[in-house]
C-alpha cells in the first residue's frame, strides 16, 4: 500500500517560532510537492521539488522554505511563524503527473499559529 | 496559463439525490490530463479519476459518472443516488506537461444528508 506520510496530524506554535513540517514517501517518486488549503482559495502550491536538493517556488512562496536531502523526505520550513500562516498543509508525491493517479497525497497538517 | 474554476463552492443535496459538480477549464495546449479527486473529513485527497484530452469518452464508475466536453472545456462529475458517505470535497485539477505541477480548481463542498 502506497504511503505519504506527515510528521503531524496537528500543531500549534507561537508567533515567530520556526516550524517544520515532515513529509516522507515510499515510492520512490521524484516529484514532491507542498501545498496550503484555505477555504475559498483551494490547494494553492507553495514549493515542489523534483530530484534530491532540487527544489521551484509555487504559486505561494514568501515565508517559507523547502528542504529535500533525501529522495523520500521533503521537509517545509515557516522560519517565523506568522499568524496567517494557520493552515491546512498538504504533501504530495507523483512520478510523472499525467500518468496514474496524478500525485498521492498525505493525511494533512493542520497548523495554527497563536 | 492554466487555470481551473470550480463555481460551485458548496452543494447540499438529501440522499438518494443525483448530484453533479461543475470543472471548467482553460489551457492553449492540446494534450492534457484532467482528474477528480475527493477530499473526505479525515482530510487525505484521494483520487478518482484521470482524463487525458485525446479521449473524450464519457466514464461510469458505479453511482460516479464523468462527462468530458472539450468544446466546453468542462468535465463534470455527476454522483448518482447520492449517499451520506458521499460528503466530502472535491477537486477538479489540470495538467498540461509544464513542468510536474497539477493547477487545482477551488474545491466544491458536497453535503449529503438524511
Known amino acids: 500500500d502506497v504511503k505519504v506520510t506527515q510528521s503531524s496530524r496537528y500543531l500549534v506554535k507561537r508567533t515567530g517560532e520556526k516550524v517544520f513540517l515532515e513529509c516522507v514517501q515510499d515510492m520512490d517518486h521524484e516529484n514532491m510537492f507542498w501545498y496550503r488549503q484555505d477555504p475559498g482559495l483551494g490547494l494553492r502550491l507553495i514549493y515542489f521539488?523534483?530530484?534530491?536538493?532540487?527544489?521551484e517556488k509555487g504559486d505561494i512562496p514568501e515565508g517559507y522554505s523547502v528542504s529535500r536531502e533525501k529522495k523520500e523526505r521533503f521537509s517545509l520550513i515557516l522560519e517565523s511563524a506568522s499568524t496567517n500562516q494557520t493552515s491546512m498543509y498538504l504533501c504530495?508525491?507523483?512520478?510523472?503527473?499525467?500518468?496514474?493517479?496524478?500525485?498521492?497525497f498525505g493525511p494533512g497538517t493542520r497548523l495554527t499559529v497563536t | 496559463a492554466q487555470k481551473v474554476t470550480q463555481a460551485q463552492t458548496e452543494i447540499s443535496v438529501v440522499e438518494k439525490e443525483d448530484v453533479t459538480l461543475d470543472c471548467v477549464y482553460e489551457?492553449?495546449?492540446?494534450?492534457?490530463?484532467l482528474f477528480w479527486y475527493k477530499q473526505p473529513p479525515s482530510g487525505e485527497l484521494v483520487f478518482l479519476i484521470r482524463r487525458n484530452s485525446f479521449d473524450e469518452q464519457n466514464e461510469i464508475s458505479g453511482r460516479y459518472s464523468w462527462n468530458f466536453q472539450k468544446s466546453t472545456s468542462s468535465f463534470n462529475f455527476t454522483i448518482t443516488a447520492s449517499q451520506v458517505v458521499d460528503s466530502a470535497v472535491y477537486f477538479c485539477?489540470?495538467?498540461?506537461?509544464?513542468?510536474?505541477?497539477?493547477?487545482f480548481g477551488t474545491g466544491t463542498q458536497l453535503k449529503v444528508e438524511l
Open positions: 521539488s523534483y530530484d534530491v536538493k532540487m527544489k
Open positions: 485539477a489540470l495538467y498540461t506537461g509544464g513542468g510536474n505541477k497539477l493547477t
Open positions: 489551457t492553449r495546449d492540446t494534450t492534457y490530463y
Open positions: 504530495a508525491s507523483s512520478l510523472h503527473p499525467g500518468t496514474g493517479v496524478g500525485q498521492y
